[in-house]
C-alpha cells in the first residue's frame, strides 16, 4: 500500500510551489542600487584582499560598456538594474561559524525546505543512506557548511567563496575567471562585479571525493539580485561530484538570478554536476518568478579530464542558461543530459556548448524539453569542431514534448566541424503525448494528472538516470508537480 | 518570416555580415565592401544543360532578360529557366515570376551558367503553386570560383499544392542559394533536396526556410555535401509551425562529408514548432569516407582515388534518385558525374 499513499502524496503536492513561503528574517542590506560604492561596500563585508576589489571594478567597468544580449528566444521585461538591492544577509552573530551558533530561523528554513543541515541528523538517518555535505547559501551569504572538517582529512575544501578568498587567496585567484572571463559575456561581467557567495571546491590530486558534494541556494528578501559564483578545480585524477538546488518565494516582481560556475579539470580528473533548478516559475498568469541568467562552463584542460553537467530545469519564469565543455585535453570528454519542463507562462532557452579543441575528444548530448500551458522552450546548442582535434565524436539527441495547443517547442543546433575527421551525430524529434497510451493509461484508473506524469517521466527516463540518488526521487517529483493543471 | 535583408546590388549597406544571425556562415560583407559597378550585356551563346528536354525558355544573360520574365503554367509544361553570367568584377540582378495555375504541372529546369569572373551575380524567383497544381524546380549551378552569388527564391503552396526542388551545386567564392516556402493552405506537400560538391576554397551555402501555416502540410527535406580541399558547405534549415498548423509532418536531413583535412561544415537545422499535433524530426551528420569501404574497394584492384569517387558518388547520388522525372534525373546523374 506504500504506492497508493505515495501516490496520495504526490497529488497533494501537486497544488502548488511549495517552496514558494517566505521567511521574516532580519536582513542586512547594502543601498539599492549599482556603482563603484556598492562594489566596494560587497568587497569590504567580504574582507576581501585588495586584488579582489580592483578585478571586480575592472569588472563593473567591462559591464557598463557592455549591451544586455536580446538574440535568446525569451521575452521579458527590462531589468532595472539601478531598482535591485545587490547585497542582502541575513544579520547574524560575528565569528567563526558552526552549526549551534546559525540562527535557528535559518536552520528552520532549511528544515522545511528538507535540506539536511545538521551532520547528525543526517548520520542518524535511515541506515546505508548516502551522506552528502551543504552549502547553504541564503539570499548574498553562504549560512553554513556542514562536513567541512571531515573533507578536509582528505585534503578536500569545500567552503563558501568568500571564505577561500581569505583563507586560499593564491589558489583562487589562480582559477578564478580563467573558465568564464570577466567580459565573456553580459551577465557574466555583471556576476563579476558584483557576486556576493557561492561555493569553492579543490579536489587535490588522486582524491575521489567520500561523498556528495551540495550547494543550496534560496532567494528570500525581496527586490535583491542573487550573484552566487562558484568555482570547482579537480586536480590530477580526482573525482567529485556536485550536486546544486535552488528555490525562491512567491513574489509578484521578477528576481534576477545571475549565477557563474567553472569548473576546471585536470588530467583523468572527472567532475560530475548535477542541477535540480526550482526557482519561483511566477503565477498562473506570468506574473512574477525568476529571470535565470547563468553562465556555467567546465575546462577539460587535461587530457582524459571528464565532466557531466545533469540539469533538470523546471523553476523560472525565465531561464537563460548553457553549461558548456571546453574540450582542451587529448580524449577529454563531455556530457549534457538536461530535462527542461516549461508550463504556465515560463521560457527556457537552454542547452550547450561542446568546444572541441583536443585530439580524440568526445561529446554526447541528450536533452529532453516538455512544454505544456502558454509556454515556451528552446534547446539552443553547439558542437564545434576545431581544426587541430583530430577524431572527435559527438553524438546529440533532442527530443521534446509537447502538451496542449498553446506551448512552444524549438530545437536550434548548430554544428560547426573543421576537421575532415570528425564525426558527428545530431538527432532531434517534435510529438505530443501519444493519445493511446494516455487512454491507456486512464484505464487503469489513473487520473489525467497522474497519466500525464507517468508518461513524462518516462519521456525524461534517460537523463534521470544519470541523477544522483538523492536528487533523482526529488526531481522526479518536481514532474509531476511542474507539469500541474498542465491537462483538462 | 524572412530570413534575409533585402539585398540591393546597388547599395552596399544592405549587404548581410556575419553579424546578422541568418548570415553567420556567409559574410556577404566581408568579400563585397563596396556596391559593384553595373555589368554590361552579355550573350546568350550555348543552349544549357536541359535544352534536350524542350519546353519554353526564360533566360536572363547579366541580369537582363531576353524575352519574357513571367510565366504562367496550365496543363503539363517544361519551362526552362536560364541566369547566364558573363562578366567580369561586375554585378547584375535578375528576377523572374512563375505560377502554376490549378492543376498544373510544371517542370522547371533552372540553371546558373556563370563564366568571366569576380561578377556579383543576384537572382530572385517567385513561384506560386496553386490548388492541386504541382512544381518540379530542378536547379544545377555552375560558377566560377571567384564569383559572388546569392539567388533567392519564394515559393509558396496553396491547398493540395505539390512542390519538389533539387538543388545542386559546386559552389563560388560565396554562393547563397536561398529558398523560402510557404505552406498557405491545407495539405500542401513539399520536398526540399540539396546537393553540394566543393573543391578548392569553394563557399556554398543552403539555407531554406519553411512556414507551416496551414494544418496537414508535409515537408521532407534531405540535403547532401562533399567538401574538399578548405571548401566550406553551409546547411541551413528552418521549420516553423505555426499554431492551428496541426496534422503537419515535417522531417528533415542533412548529411556531409569532409573529404579533406582542411574541409569545413556549419550547419543549423532549427525547428520552431507552436502546434502539438505534429511529427517533426531532424538529423544532421558530419563525418568523413568510411576507410574500411575504401580498403574493400582497393582490395578489388581499383585505385584509391576512383574508389574514394565511387564512394562519393553513391553518398551523394541519393539526393538526385529522389528526382521523380526520369528524363530530368538523366541530366543531373550526367552532369554530377562529370564533375565528381
New interface residues.
Partial sequence: MAAVKETVEAVAALEKYEHGFTSDIETEYAPRGLNADIIRFISEKKGEPEWMLEWRLAAYERWLAMEEPTWAAVKYEPVDYQDLFYYAAPKQKEGPKSLDEVDPELLAVYAKLGIPLGEQAVLAGVEGAPRYAVDAVFDSVSVVTTFKAELAKVGVIFMPISEALREYPDLVRQYLGSVVPVSDNYFAALNSAVFSDGSFVYIPPGVKCPMELSTYFRINASQTGQFERTLIIADKGSYVSYLEGCTAPMRDENQLHAAVVEIVALDDAEVKYSTVQNWYPGDAEGKGGIYNFVTKRADCRGDRSKVSWTQVETGSAVTWKYPSCILKGEESSGEFYSIAITNGHQQADTGTKMIHLGKNSKSRIIAKAVSAGKSDSTYRGLVSVHPKATGVRNFTQCDSLLIGKECGSHTIPYIEARNGSAQLEHEATTTRLSEDQLFYAQQRGLSEEEAVALLVNGFVRDVMQKLPMEFAVEAQKLVAISLEGSVG | MSAAPQIDLTNAETFPSRRT?AWKYSDMKRWLREAPEPSGTALVGAPGPFYDLGGEAIVFANGRPVGVTDFIASGVQTLRLRFISDAVGTGHTAAARIVARPGARLLLLETHEGKGSAYVAHNKVEIDVARDAEVTRIVLIEEPEDAISVTNAEVRLEAGGRYRQTVVTTGAKLQRIETQLSHGAEGADARLDGLYLLKGSRHTDLTTVVDHRAADGTTSQLTKGVVHDTARGVFQGKIIVE?GADGTDARMAHN?L???????????????????????????????LDESALFYIQQRGIPADEARALLVQAFLFEVIDRIEDEAAKEVVRAWLTARL
Fill in positions: 544571425e499554431r556531409a569532409i573529404a579533406s583535412e582542411r574541409g569545413e561544415i556549419d550547419a543549423k537545422p532549427e525547428l520552431i514548432i507552436y502546434a502539438d499535433d505534429v511529427q517533426c524530426a531532424h538529423g544532421n551528420t558530419v563525418g568523413t
